[in-house]
């Protein structure tokens, strides 16, 4: 019965020291975090495993990250994996009609995301200046150059055909201006200056001459008829003709010259700054602004420009990991990590096993003590 007894008790005491060692090791794989002085004497093996080597660990697990699990072919093998695609793509098109329903405008979006401020008033400012930039660098190249050179032939073309046009017009005015009550006095006007000035004789008759009715109808009745004339018309049409051919040989300098240009080129921009880009395209809302294209975007737009994307990252991985330095950001990140939370962090994925080390070395502990106590009592047993 003493056999047994001191069989049992030396089982458990080998189990005892067996799991407590154990469990000792496993706390010192964390503990302490700091080392652990007697006055100057700093007591072993503190602080633990993991703490003292918390810099090589860092430097191992970013080396180990940039060189075995992130590396450029496993990030390629997932960016070419079908499904994954497949993901970016539902993904995409989730995000992009989201955006198209919400009801914001460019504006809007310019504001939020990019932080742009009056994004429509910016645009056509802007717009504005290249454009003036742009005509003033056109006009200055082409200084000397005729104007026939700068516009194409089929609008020079176009233009004489239209010269007949604008002479009948021209002269139905005058006629026109003619039989009205303002060209009648105009015309009275006009000849009391020509007999004013021809004269001192004729000025006594000017007025006389001016105020009959039956003189100003008689010229008027001429002029009409002399306006009205196929040989005057074609006359004018020859007129027209030679002072077009001879504006189109003269210089853009010329023509310049007689404008102030800072003037037309400010009336010119004003003009055309509500046009650069139009206003309602970044006021109007997504949605109604693409209504018509929604389904193109979804179904084609976004596919391509997920696979435009996707091959942009691809041939571009390498240098973009390399600029990342993976390595160096895990190493990092892991240096400043808090002890606490990485033992806590470790603890709750491997504490079932590190338990069973403890238990393991309970059970090895046991095991010792009764081979211990069985050779003790076959020792005195002989």
Same mark, same amino acid.
């Given at each position: 019965?003493?056999?047994?007894?001191?069989?049992?008790?030396?089982?458990?005491?080998?189990?005892?020291?067996?799991?407590?060692?154990?469990?000792?090791?496993?706390?010192?794989?964390?503990?302490?975090?700091?080392?652990?002085?007697?006055?100057?004497?700093?007591?072993?093996?503190?602080?633990?495993?993991?703490?003292?080597?918390?810099?090589?660990?860092?430097?191992?697990?970013?080396?180990?990250?940039?060189?075995? /699990? #992130?590396?450029?072919?496993? @990030?390629?093998?997932?960016?070419?994996?079908? =499904?994954?695609? &497949?993901?970016?793509?539902? $993904? *995409?098109?989730?995000?992009?009609?989201?955006?198209?329903?919400?009801?914001?405008?460019?504006?809007?979006?310019?504001?939020? /995301? #990019?932080?742009?401020?009056? @994004?429509?008033?910016?645009?056509?400012?802007? =717009?504005?200046? &290249?454009?003036?930039?742009? $005509? *003033?660098?056109?006009?200055?190249?082409?200084?000397?150059?005729?104007?026939?050179?700068?516009?194409?032939?089929?609008?020079?073309?176009?233009?004489?055909?239209?010269?007949?046009?604008?002479?009948?017009?021209?002269?139905?005015?005058?006629?026109?201006?003619?039989?009205?009550?303002?060209?009648?006095?105009?015309?009275?006007?006009?000849?009391?200056?020509?007999?004013?000035?021809?004269?001192?004789?004729?000025?006594?008759?000017?007025?006389?001459?001016?105020?009959?009715?039956?003189?100003?109808?008689?010229?008027?009745?001429?002029?009409?008829?002399?306006?009205?004339?196929?040989?005057?018309?074609?006359?004018?049409?020859?007129?027209?003709?030679?002072?077009?051919?001879?504006?189109?040989?003269?210089?853009?300098?010329?023509?310049?010259?007689?404008?102030?240009?800072?003037?037309?080129?400010?009336?010119?921009?004003?003009?055309?700054?509500?046009?650069?880009?139009?206003?309602?395209?970044?006021?109007?809302?997504?949605?109604?602004?693409?209504?018509?294209?929604?389904?193109?975007?979804?179904?084609?737009?976004?596919?391509?420009?997920?696979?435009?994307?996707?091959?942009?990252?691809?041939?571009?991985?390498?240098?973009?990991?390399?600029?990342?330095?993976?390595?160096?950001?895990?190493?990092?990140?892991?240096?400043?990590?808090?002890?606490?939370?990485?033992?806590?962090?470790?603890?709750?994925?491997?504490?079932?096993?590190?338990?069973?080390?403890?238990?393991?070395?309970?059970?090895?502990?046991?095991?010792?003590?009764?081979?211990?106590?069985?050779?003790?009592?076959?020792?005195?047993?002989?």
């Amino acid at each position: 019965m003493k056999e047994i007894l001191m069989l049992l008790i030396m089982v458990l005491i080998g189990a005892l020291i067996g799991g407590l060692t154990n469990l000792i090791a496993v706390k010192m794989l964390f503990r302490p975090h700091q080392p652990v002085y007697i006055g100057r004497w700093k007591v072993p093996f503190t602080p633990g495993l993991i703490p003292k080597r918390k810099a090589e660990l860092a430097a191992q697990l970013g080396k180990l990250v940039s060189s075995e /699990l #992130l590396t450029p072919e496993v @990030l390629q093998q997932k960016l070419l994996d079908p =499904a994954f695609k &497949q993901e970016i793509i539902h $993904w *995409l098109q989730q995000e992009i009609d989201r955006w198209l329903q919400r009801g914001e405008d460019v504006e809007t979006l310019a504001k939020d /995301l #990019l932080g742009i401020q009056r @994004l429509t008033e910016r645009c056509q400012a802007y =717009a504005a200046q &290249q454009l003036k930039q742009a $005509w *003033l660098t056109e006009i200055e190249s082409n200084r000397w150059r005729p104007i026939k050179e700068m516009i194409p032939e089929h609008i020079q073309d176009k233009l004489k055909e239209h010269i007949p046009r604008l002479s009948a017009y021209l002269l139905e005015q005058g006629v026109t201006y003619l039989n009205s009550p303002q060209g009648e006095k105009q015309l009275g006007i006009l000849i009391s200056r020509i007999l004013d000035e021809r004269g001192k004789w004729l000025r006594f008759l000017a007025p006389w001459l001016a105020q009959e009715q039956h003189v100003l109808h008689f010229l008027r009745r001429e002029l009409i008829r002399f306006l009205n004339n196929d040989s005057a018309r074609e006359a004018f049409n020859q007129l027209l003709y030679r002072e077009w051919s001879h504006w189109q040989d003269q210089p853009l300098h010329s023509v310049i010259q007689t404008l102030d240009l800072d003037s037309e080129i400010h009336r010119l921009t004003a003009w055309a700054k509500p046009c650069l880009p139009p206003a309602k395209w970044f006021n109007t809302p997504l949605g109604d602004l693409f209504a018509d294209k929604r389904e193109d975007i979804l179904n084609r737009w976004v596919p391509k420009m997920a696979e435009q994307m996707g091959c942009w990252v691809l041939n571009r991985l390498p240098a973009i990991l390399n600029k990342l330095k993976l390595d160096v950001l895990v190493e990092e990140h892991v240096s400043r990590f808090p002890l606490p939370r990485l033992e806590a962090l470790v603890l709750s994925i491997a504490r079932r096993e590190l338990n069973m080390i403890t238990y393991l070395g309970a059970l090895l502990g046991g095991i010792i003590g009764l081979v211990q106590g069985l050779a003790i009592m076959l020792f005195y047993s002989l």
